[in-house]
């Protein structure tokens, strides 16, 4: 069935350091692939997404991921800081069918002074 | 622009209760869409819309009702509020479905 899960429910790195925030999803035929960002008390914020048909995509200071081939796609933060702190949700969706966004569970990131 | 904006922010209802959940968005987007979000359970879709007057339902549309006469509102409705339903509800919205979606801040819901 459809699900997006996410490897690590958290992740503490120390501010300036890369972090990697992981996510795993089942459906072959999920074609696009959003990340958010959800501070605490604020709705989901678009950070960055990738079609299937492209490995990697890079934002400002954030570059996804995308490994078709096991159904893998991670996030990485460039240089963190204190305002990276917050929940990451990874949501994958199928144009065919239910035309559905599925969303992970989210990890909670936390930037260590 | 103010982009997605819900009200009101938290409510306190009573079993057996019913309400609606304001939804409102000057983008001029097609497509809106009502989730819940519960601890450990990420956001499911509950009912969404491509335009006006044309809705369905999502994931758990159970106890839940939506219309959409005007491309900036789409109301969520609680017909007779219960326990399980507590939980934070967002709505959001893009220009077509499948695109990047904009969320409001959410409504905090609790059914006593």
């Known amino acids: 069935g459809e699900s997006v899960g996410l490897h690590l429910p958290t992740l503490s790195v120390q501010e300036g350091d890369n972090s990697i925030i992981n996510c795993a999803y089942s459906?072959?035929?999920?074609?696009?692939f959003i990340w958010y960002k959800q501070e605490s008390g604020k709705g989901p914020q678009f950070i960055i997404d990738?079609?299937?048909?492209?490995d990697k995509r890079q934002g400002q200071r954030v570059t996804v991921l995308l490994n078709k081939t096991v159904k893998h796609l991670s996030l990485q933060i460039a240089a963190t800081q204190p305002g990276d702190s917050a929940v990451y949700f990874c949501?994958?969706?199928?144009?065919?069918?239910?035309?559905?966004?599925?969303f992970g569970q989210g990890t909670r990131l936390t930037i260590n002074p | 622009n103010a982009g997605v904006t819900q009200t009101p922010k938290f409510q306190v209802l009573k079993t057996g209760q019913s309400m609606t959940l304001q939804c409102a968005q000057d983008?001029?987007?097609?497509?809106m869409s009502w989730y819940r979000q519960d601890p450990g359970m990420g956001l499911r879709l509950i009912h969404y819309?491509?335009?006006?007057?044309?809705?369905d339902q999502g994931e758990v549309p159970n106890g839940y009702n939506v219309s959409r006469s005007t491309t900036e509102d789409f109301p969520l409705r609680l017909l007779s509020a219960a326990p399980s339903q507590t939980s934070v509800y967002f709505c959001?919205?893009?220009?077509?479905?499948?695109?990047?979606?904009?969320f409001g801040d959410g409504t905090r819901l609790s059914i006593l």
């Open positions: 983008m001029n987007h097609e497509y």
């Open positions: 949501a994958d969706y199928i144009a065919q069918g239910a035309q559905k966004l599925v």
């Open positions: 990738i079609r299937s048909n492209m």
């Open positions: 819309s491509v335009g006006a007057g044309i809705t």
């Open positions: 459906n072959s035929a999920s074609d696009y």
């Open positions: 959001a919205s893009s220009y077509q479905r499948g695109q990047p979606q904009h």
